[in-house]
């Protein structure tokens, strides 16, 4: 008898390494809490914090990962570990969506992340550059740093969805006319 997968040995096809589905709720946990003890700090808040975060992880349609990006942006408005707050909570996010829409017992390929992956580390490559140059060049600005850092952030939204969306809504024109 040799020491195969159950399903080799009931003859189902093999899927591939795989990891639990719950495995994408605990890395939404693990950069909750990671992002909350380096944003918030010790203080009633990282109670708040770290609560919010553990229920993102149980609970994962329901509001608390936004409340919990909300307290860590807000915490971190005037903070010096601007690239610690982008990364945790865009990974807090993106976790907590896919792990809203993932069954609970479901084994996930991790072939079948690498697109996420990748959109991941093409946004944090993108965001952690806006935010180096608009540090750089308002750094010494205190919390205004931050302001100007959501207003380049949100211009870069808008210009990704126009650059994006614009296109796809004049070929769907160009289709129509056909």
Known sequence: MTAGSRAERSGAPS????????????????????GSVVEVG????LVVAIGLAAA???VPRGPFAALLVAQLALAGIGGTYLPVLLLTTHLVLATSLLW???PRTARVQLRALVPSALRFVAVQVGSQAVAF???ALLGGAGPVGGVWLAVAGT????????GLFVPMLLRAGDDAER
């Open 133 to 135: 140059v608009v540090v």
């Open 15 to 34: 899927i591939g390494p795989a990891v639990p589905a719950w495995t994408i709720g605990a890395l939404g946990l693990v950069a909750g809490v990671v």
């Open 155 to 162: 211009i870069a939204l808008l210009a990704l969805a126009l």
């Open 56 to 58: 993102a992880a149980v």
């Open 42 to 45: 010790a203080s009633g808040w």
């Open 100 to 102: 809203a829409w993932t």
